[in-house]
Antibody, heavy 122, light 107 residues
C-alpha cells in the first residue's frame, strides 16, 4: 500500500528551527519527486517545495526561500524539510506528497500524507 | 502570479444532485490544471490532472473540463463522502498556485 507518514511537527518559538520527516512506503521512492505543501489554519493549500527524484534539483516558494531546505535519503525512503528562522505565519499543517510523474516531476501530487502540525508561537 | 478564483465559495447540495465547481485563472494555464479534494483530518486527494484526466482510482462521477482560463469540476451524482473542500491547482505558469477552495456542503 502506497503511504506517506509525516513526523516532527510541534510547537516552536519564532526564530527557531524544526525538521520534518516523511517516510514513504509502497512505491519506488527513488523514482519520484517529492513535495511539501502546507495549510495554515482557516486558509487554503500552499505549495512549499519540491525535490527531484535523485535530489539533484530543488525548488521553493518565495515565502520560504532561504529559510527552508528540502532533502531526501533514498536509502531510507525519507524526505526531510529543514525549517529555519521560523515565523508565526509558518504555522500550518505540513503535508508531504509524491509527484505523479516518474523521473521528471509534473508538479501534480497523487499521494499525500495526513500531515504534521507546526505551531510557531512564543 | 496567476490567481485562481474558485466559485462558488460554498455550494449546498443534496446527495444525488449534480455539482458544478468553477475555477478561473487570471491568465491562461493551457490545460495544466488539477483538482484536489480535502476532508478534515484526511490526506488531500488528487482527483483530476491536466484538466480532464481522472487520477487512478477516482470514480467516474468525477469529471473535469476546460482549458485556457476556465475550468470546471463536475460531480455527476453526489455521494455522502463527496462533501468536502475542493481546490484547483495550476502548473502552467510559475509560480504554481492553488485556488482558495470551494466548500461543498450537505443541504
Amino acid at each position: 500500500q502506497v503511504q506517506l507518514v509525516e513526523s516532527g511537527g510541534g510547537v516552536v518559538q519564532p526564530g527557531r528551527s524544526l525538521r520534518l520527516s516523511c517516510a514513504a512506503s509502497g512505491f519506488m521512492f527513488s523514482s519520484y519527486g517529492m513535495h511539501w505543501v502546507r495549510q495554515a489554519p482557516g486558509k487554503g493549500l500552499e505549495w512549499v517545495t519540491i525535490i527531484s527524484y535523485d535530489g539533484s534539483n530543488e525548488n521553493y516558494a518565495d515565502s520560504v526561500k532561504g529559510r527552508f531546505t528540502i532533502s531526501r535519503d533514498n536509502s531510507k525512503n525519507t524526505v526531510y524539510l529543514q525549517m529555519n528562522s521560523l515565523r508565526a505565519e509558518d504555522t500550518a499543517v505540513y503535508f508531504c506528497a509524491k509527484d505523479l510523474g516518474q523521473g521528471s516531476s509534473t508538479y501534480d501530487m497523487d499521494v499525500w500524507g495526513k500531515g504534521t502540525t507546526v505551531t510557531v508561537s512564543s | 502570479e496567476i490567481v485562481l478564483t474558485q466559485s462558488p465559495a460554498t455550494l449546498s447540495l443534496s446527495p444525488g444532485e449534480r455539482a458544478t465547481l468553477s475555477c478561473r485563472a487570471s491568465q491562461s494555464v493551457i490545460s495544466y490544471l488539477a483538482w484536489y479534494q480535502r476532508k478534515p483530518g484526511q490526506a488531500p486527494r488528487l482527483l483530476i490532472h491536466d484538466a480532464s484526466k481522472r487520477a487512478t482510482g477516482i470514480p467516474a462521477r468525477f469529471s473535469g473540463s476546460g482549458s485556457g482560463t476556465d475550468f470546471t469540476l463536475t460531480i455527476s451524482s453526489l455521494e455522502p463522502e463527496d462533501f468536502a473542500v475542493y481546490y484547483c491547482h495550476q502548473r502552467g505558469v510559475w509560480p504554481y498556485t492553488f485556488g482558495q477552495g470551494t466548500k461543498l456542503e450537505i443541504k
